[in-house]
C-alpha cells in the first residue's frame, strides 16, 4: 500500500545541500516508506509520536497525521545523527 509522503522545506533545503550519491541514498529511502516497504522507528521520551528513519549517519524526523484518505507521513526536520535530536528538541520547545 502506498503512503501518502510529504517532505517539508527544512528536509528538501538539507536533501539539497548533501553530495550527489547521499541525495540518491535520501530519496531511495524516501521512496521505500512511500511504498510501504520500510516503517520508520518511533521515538521516546521528549519525541515521543514522532519516528526516525536513518540513512547512514543522516536521521529524518517524522510524524505521521491521520487524513481523510489514510495516514500522511510528513518528513518534518533533517540532521546529521550527532546533532538531529538535540536541534529538534529545541525547536519544539520553541513552539
Do not use: C, W
Amino acid at each position: 500500500m502506498k503512503n501518502k509522503l510529504l517532505v517539508e522545506d527544512q528536509v528538501a533545503a538539507f536533501i539539497q545541500r548533501q553530495p550527489p550519491q547521499t541525495r540518491r541514498r535520501i530519496r531511495e529511502a524516501l521512496h521505500a516508506v512511500e511504498n510501504g516497504e520500510v516503517f520508520p522507528e518511533p521515538l521516546e521520551d521528549e519525541l515521543e509520536g514522532f519516528y526516525k528513519l536513518k540513512i547512514d549517519r543522516i536521521r529524518i524526523i517524522m510524524k505521521i497525521d491521520s487524513g481523510s484518505a489514510g495516514p500522511v507521513i510528513r518528513a518534518v526536520f533533517s540532521e546529521r545523527r550527532r546533532m538531529v535530536y538535540q536541534i529538534f528538541s529545541q525547536i519544539l520547545s520553541l513552539e
